[in-house]
Nanobody, 119 residues
Framework: QVQLVESGGGLVQAGGSLRLSCAVSGSIFSRSVMGWYRQAPGNERALVASLTSSGSTNYADSVKGRFTISRDNAKNTVYLQMNSLKPEDTAVYYC?????????????WGQGTLVTVSS
């Protein structure tokens, strides 16, 4: 049973920083594309950043230059460093592990962690 546990959310003032962590139990971490998504009230869940096992990254335009995704394979953990936070970054942030497998890909989600940025 794969589980993802996020931590690091909270309340921060605009311009501040937070680091989110996602610990992955199970054996899929090294083979998965790890991603962070966010969902604000009234909005759909959207990709923030992703990181493949080979180190390729992808960022939403709105966070480029401010957020950095990284992974520690020894600790089965993925991080999201968020700098220069803006009120529009306020959302519940979810960790995702995407594993390409047969007969269908496997997506596993964490429970979410709330990030609130005050103006």
């Amino acid at each position: 049973q794969v589980q993802l546990v996020e931590s690091g959310g909270g309340l921060v003032q605009a311009g501040g920083s937070l680091r989110l962590s996602c610990a992955v139990s199970g054996s899929i971490f090294s083979r998965s594309v790890m991603g962070w998504y966010r969902q604000a009230p009234g909005n759909e869940r959207a990709l923030v950043a992703s990181l493949t096992s080979s180190g390729s990254t992808n960022y939403a335009d709105s966070v480029k230059g401010r957020f950095t995704i990284s992974r520690d394979n020894a600790k089965n953990t993925v991080y999201l460093q968020m700098n220069s936070l803006k009120p529009e970054d306020t959302a519940v942030y979810y960790c995702n592990a995407h594993l390409r497998t047969y007969p269908r890909d496997l997506d596993t989600w964490g429970q979410g962690t709330l990030v609130t940025v005050s103006s």
